[in-house]
């Protein structure tokens, strides 16, 4: 039987010490991966969702115009923001002041055909430009999601097995599935946003 000695003892208490930490650091590390990928579930929803007021599937009828766009924030977190007035198709209600949702530039001298959101403030312009530039988004939160979401999904199957003792490696293809979903979902953004770009409003 081994000797304690002091030397033995501080060894012994490092080891432990490091794999507290290590556990902690790797709780941590997978704590924020879940955010991320929370986050980016909810962007995507809020996306999905506004998918049918730029469509002219829901939302009230009508036409935004009088429209001034101007650059807000600073640095990196700069935005587009439009305003505008919407009157409703048919309707004897004055125009209303509202916000276009989005980032896209709007010219002020024409009008454009929109849908008022339940909010009663904010409308999407209806078009087949507004369409796909969200579509194009869509694929871009997609592209970022199955890459996220994809290894964080094959690390918990391979976290759950090797507690379970039945731990075996994935195949290549499995390793490089959420790789190769998210280049899809990119190659489909990029071309999305450049046919995007060639639409007028």
């Not at 879940?34 to 009230?60: C, D, H, K």
């Not at 999904?153 to 039945?166: A, D, P, Q, S, T």
């Not at 390793?175 to 990119?186: T, W």
């Not at 946003?193 to 409003?201: E, K």
Request: aromatic share 10%.
């Amino acid at each position: 039987m081994p000797k304690l000695t002091d030397r033995n003892l501080r060894a012994g208490f490092g080891r432990q010490g490091r794999k507290r930490d290590g556990k902690v650091a790797q709780t941590f590390g997978l704590l924020m991966f879940l955010g991320m990928v929370v986050l980016l579930i909810v962007f995507l929803v809020s996306q999905v969702e506004e998918l049918p007021y730029r469509a002219g599937w829901s939302g009230v009828p009508g036409t935004v115009s009088a429209v001034f766009c101007e650059t807000e924030g600073s640095g990196k977190s700069t935005h587009l923001v439009c305003d505008g007035e919407f009157r409703q198709t048919g309707g004897s209600t004055p125009p209303v002041a509202v916000t276009i949702e989005g980032s896209n530039y709007f010219d002020g001298n024409r009008g454009y055909p929109a849908r008022l959101q339940p909010d009663g403030q904010t409308v999407s312009v209806v078009g087949s430009k507004t369409v796909v530039y969200l579509l194009a988004g869509m694929a871009g939160t997609l592209a970022i999601l199955s890459f996220l979401g994809g290894y964080l999904v094959l690390g918990l199957i391979m976290f759950i097995r090797r507690r379970l003792g039945r731990f075996r490696k994935p195949s290549k293809f499995v390793g490089l599935l959420p790789a190769c979903l998210a280049g899809l979902f990119i190659v489909l953004a990029i071309a999305g946003w450049i046919v995007a770009a060639s639409l007028s409003f």
